[in-house]
Nanobody
C-alpha cells in the first residue's frame, strides 16, 4: 500500500484543517487506517484510528471531541477533520495502515509521507 497525505497547512488557534490520505496498491478496505503525529523533539504518537468499514473509531484523549477520522473505501481515502486546533497540535501528521492494529507504531504495516500542520497562537 502506498499512502500519500495532503491538506496540512498553517492555521490560527481555534481554526480547522482537514487532512486526507490517498491509498493505492493493495485493497484499501482490508486495512485499518490511522493517523499519527510527531512534533519536533518528540516521539511519534497515535492520534486516531478507524476500522475497516468505518464503523469504529478511536482517538487519543487530547483530541477527543475536536478531531474526527473517517474513510471512503470507494475513493481509497482516509480523512482527519481537525477542529478547535491548539498550538500543541502542531506536528507532522502521518497516515498509517495496518492489517491488525494501528494504535502502536510497531503494528503499522505502511506509512505515508507526513503533512505539516502548524497552529499559531
Amino acid at each position: 500500500v502506498q499512502l500519500q497525505a495532503s491538506g496540512g497547512g498553517l492555521v490560527r488557534a481555534g481554526g480547522s484543517l482537514n487532512v486526507s490520505c490517498a491509498a493505492s496498491g493493495r485493497p484499501f478496505s482490508g486495512y485499518l487506517m490511522g493517523w499519527f503525529r510527531q512534533a519536533p523533539g518528540k516521539e511519534r504518537e497515535f492520534v486516531a484510528a478507524i476500522s475497516w468499514n468505518g464503523g469504529s473509531t478511536d482517538y487519543r484523549d487530547s483530541v477527543k471531541g475536536r478531531f474526527t477520522i473517517s474513510r471512503d473505501n470507494a475513493k481509497n481515502t482516509v480523512f482527519l477533520q481537525m477542529n478547535s486546533l491548539k498550538p500543541e497540535d502542531t506536528a507532522l501528521y502521518y497516515c498509517a495502515a495496518g492489517r491488525h492494529n494501528v494504535h502502536d507504531l510497531y503494528d503499522v504495516d505502511y506509512w505515508g509521507e507526513g503533512t505539516q500542520v502548524t497552529v499559531s497562537s
